[in-house]
Every structure is written in C-alpha cells, then in structure tokens.
C-alpha cells in the first residue's frame, strides 16, 4: 500500500539559516511526488514536483527537492530560510493507477526564530 | 483560491443532524477531492471523483456520502453527524495536465 512518512513534527530553524524537511514514501511503482505548503488558516499550495527525468527539482519561493529512489525519499531543502517560510509542509505521493489518488504525510510544522 | 469556492467555510453541528459541504468549481476539471484535516493526522482522502456522475470512495469513506450530478460540483453529505467528524475539510481538484492539487480554503466543522 501506498504511505507517506514525514518523520519530524516540528522544525525550528534560525532565520538564513538552510532547512531540510524530509520525507519517505512507499510505493511499488516510480511515484509522483509532491510537496505543499499550508499557512495558517488556508489551504494547501503546491510547492515543487516531481514525475520522472531529473532528480532534482525546482520549486517556488526558493525551495528545491531531490528524488532519490534508492533511499526511497524526497526530501525538501532550501538554503536560506525567510521568517515567511513559516508554516505547515506536507509530503505527497501520487498513484495514477488508484485512480489518481493522492496520500499525504503527516506534515511538519517549521517555525522560524528571527 | 480562485476556481475552488467551499461553502460553508464554518459550521457548528449537533451530534445526529446532518449537512451538506459543496465544493464548486469554475475550471472544468474531471477530478475532484474531499480531504478531512486533522491534527497529526495530515490530510486524509474521504471521498473522490474522476468525472461526472462518477464517485469512489478514500481511506475514510465512513459516515460520509458524495454526489457529483454535475461536472461543477462535488458535495459532501454527513447523514448523521459524531463528533469524531469535527475536522477541516478541503475540496481540491485534479489538474490534468500537471498531475497536481488544487485546494479550496476549507471547511472547519464543529460537531457537538
């Protein structure tokens, strides 16, 4: 069956600082992969993608994200962190042959220290 | 979110009434979700819907029903309300040319 593991709750980091937020998935084909971000109050936002191809993936707001099939991860990264940055980010895997559904991890909550 | 308009964006329910969520969109797109938010949980699919007229159930389809009569709406019914049902609930649609989610607002439902 298909799951998704983001193993760290909550994230402090120290504003300028690089983030990695990390994520496990389990799927017996090549999956679609997705991150999101939540602010408060407010729905999901897509962040980055990736299908197939390269790798390494690019986002916006300066998040970027690696596929690495081996360790079954996709673990999002970004090298400086804004105050803004706080917020709730989610880690999904897509599976077009459930009949597009869509499972997501548990999330992990980032919090920004100026 | 323009496209994914949720309605109600808060409700208050007594245990055993029931109610309707509609999550409308003006985008033409097949897919449609209904996902409950929970604390700790992450999002979890409920229900879903791959076109018109057309409805399958998620991870927890329990306590809860759907209609798509028309391409534009997916609505989410709780036929007798628990508490175990106080959640966030976000509609999101399937966009077929990039594989992604787009996500309503949400829904915050309180069951008393």
């Known amino acids: 069956a298909q799951s998704v593991t983001q193993p760290d709750i909550h994230i402090t980091v120290s504003e300028g600082a690089s983030l990695e937020l990390r994520c496990n998935y389990s799927y017996g084909a090549t999956p679609y992969l997705f991150w999101y971000v939540q602010s408060p109050g407010q729905g999901l936002q897509l962040l980055l993608k990736y299908f197939s191809g390269d790798t390494l993936v690019q986002g916006i707001k300066g998040f970027e994200a690696e596929f690495k099939r081996s360790q079954s991860s996709f673990n999002l990264r970004k090298p400086s962190v804004h105050w803004s940055d706080a917020a709730e980010y989610f880690c999904a895997v897509g599976a077009t042959n459930t009949g597009n559904q869509f499972y997501f991890g548990t999330g992990t909550s980032l919090t920004v220290i100026p | 979110n323009a496209g994914v308009t949720q309605t109600p964006k808060f409700r208050v329910l007594k245990t055993g009434q029931s109610m309707t969520l509609l999550c409308a969109q003006d985008m033409n797109h097949e897919y449609m979700y209904w996902y409950r938010q929970d604390p700790g949980m992450g999002l979890r699919l409920i229900h879903y819907?791959?076109?018109?007229?057309?409805?399958a159930k998620g991870e927890v389809p329990d306590g809860y029903n759907v209609s798509r009569l028309k391409k534009q709406n997916f609505l989410l019914g709780l036929e007798s309300a628990a508490p175990s049902q106080t959640s966030v609930y976000f509609c999101?649609?399937?966009?077929?040319?990039?594989?992604?989610?787009?996500f309503g607002e949400g829904s915050r439902l309180t069951v008393l």
């Open positions: 819907s791959v076109g018109e007229g057309t409805t």
């Open positions: 999101a649609l399937g966009l077929a040319n990039t594989g992604e989610l787009f």
